[in-house]
């Protein structure tokens, strides 16, 4: 049986993000077929990195974690400053200062670093999830002959930094979130070797969904808008609460905003803005079976997941026009709408509540998810990932 290794910046039950969500994903799927662990750090929040879980194995659901200390927490004030600094001059920046750059960035533990250099015989393939934090700018390069990179990347100042041109020519193969989180990194590094299988990640509904006992659990009678997911100006949740009470100065519905995950923004005190924190899988999806539309106002995503469990319980969704992974998913699903300015905003939820409208989108997003989505077509693309680089890394060992 291989032994793969999935690596990516935090992982836990209590971590709140889609990239380290989709990665204790696949890893506790495919351990089905692979002695599987999941190499990361002991830290819970992205934006300090400050050590939270014990150093050493935790499992989760038939996944194992295996956890290394961050040996200094981000200062994200410094951190800040320097890409500020770098921003404009992506181009030109000279390696020890992007390196100096991604130490910043972190999270920094080179006790991770060292264990997978050292380690390396140990597995037969290291499965990284994320082109963007140091765990893979300085461990890939030890083990590229047995890398695949799961880039989860989109049109954002960082890539344009110079570095990545060698780090994106490294790994063995990739496997990518979207076609068009490909096709941009095609046209961001022509000169790299970019193949690989298009994945994502399936939905697991549970066997028991109950809207009503998440309105009773809330006291939400009316219909409300959901938004779920890290509450950040990063994922354009700064311009969703302007446009959600200038809409409802206006008399615009739905009545409320319901919020589900963690806060890293100051968030409106506002009668229609519920912030409900973070929330249990069940509570999430009672939820979305409630909700009148699931909203996603992230310029920035490589793949979102909620978008695919808001359609795999009927539910439309209203995306930021700006991203075009996320108008790529709506227009391949047939399953939502999008915007770029407040005009748009309120036309398209008015759309979402109209007629037959939100019931003939939902279903179109659910059909799309279930052809696309399903465990054993996500399987079968890790299985022959994994299997065409190990036979390959045999092969070359035997000239």
């Known amino acids: 049986m291989p032994r793969v290794a999935f690596v990516v910046q935090r992982c836990g039950r209590e971590v709140n993000g889609g990239a380290e969500a989709h990665a204790l994903a696949i890893a506790q799927r495919m351990a089905d077929y692979w002695d599987t662990e999941v190499l990361t750090t002991c830290a819970l929040d992205y934006i300090d990195w400050k050590n939270h879980y014990p150093e050493g194995v935790e499992a989760i659901d038939g996944a194992l974690i295996r956890r290394f200390p961050v040996a200094a927490p981000r200062d994200i004030e410094s951190f800040n400053r320097l890409s500020d600094q770098l921003r404009t001059r992506c181009r030109d920046a000279d390696l020890e200062e992007q390196e100096h750059w991604m130490r910043a960035q972190g999270p920094w533990s080179p006790a991770l670093f060292n264990y997978i250099e050292q380690q390396v015989n140990a597995y037969d393939a290291f499965i990284f999830f994320g082109y963007l934090y140091a765990q893979?700018?300085?461990?890939?390069?030890?083990?590229a002959h047995k890398a695949i990179l799961a880039p989860l990347a989109h049109d954002e100042w960082a890539i344009y930094l110079n570095f990545w041109d060698r780090l994106f020519k490294l790994p063995r193969t990739f496997i990518f979130n979207t076609v068009e989180e490909r096709e941009f990194l095609h046209q961001r590094f022509p000169d790299a070797r970019l193949e690989g299988a298009v994945a994502g990640v399936a939905v697991d509904r549970p066997a028991s969904i109950d809207p009503g006992r998440f309105r009773n659990e809330y006291g939400i009678d009316e219909d409300f808008l959901l938004y779920v997911g890290r509450i950040d100006p990063?994922?354009?949740?700064?311009?969703?609460?302007?446009?959600?009470?200038?809409?409802?100065?206006?008399?615009?519905i739905p009545g409320k905003l319901a919020l589900l995950g963690k806060p890293v923004m100051t968030i409106p005190d506002h009668p229609d803005i519920l912030p409900l924190g973070f929330v249990t899988e069940q509570t999430k999806w009672d939820a979305l079976a409630a909700c009148a539309a699931l909203i996603m106002p992230s310029p920035h995503e490589s793949l979102s997941m909620v978008l695919l469990e808001a359609w795999s319980v009927g539910k439309p969704v209203l995306v930021n026009g700006r991203c075009a992974v996320l108008v790529g998913q709506c227009r391949r699903a047939h399953g939502g709408l999008w915007y770029e300015d407040f005009a748009e905003f309120t036309r398209g939820l008015a759309t979402l509540l109209e007629g037959r409208v939100p019931g003939v989108l939902g279903r179109q997003?659910?059909?799309?998810?279930?052809?696309?989505?399903?465990?054993?077509?996500?399987?079968?693309?890790?299985?022959?990932?994994?299997?065409?680089?190990?036979?390959?890394?045999?092969l070359r060992s035997g000239e």
């Not at 990063?234 to 615009?252: N, P, T, V, W």
């Open 234 to 252: 990063s994922k354009g949740c700064d311009e969703l609460f302007d446009f959600f009470i200038r809409h409802r100065k206006q008399g615009g």
């Open 136 to 143: 893979t700018w300085f461990a890939l390069p030890k083990v």
């Open 365 to 394: 997003g659910w059909r799309f998810v279930r052809e696309n989505y399903s465990w054993p077509v996500i399987e079968k693309i890790y299985l022959d990932t994994v299997d065409a680089m190990i036979a390959v890394n045999d």
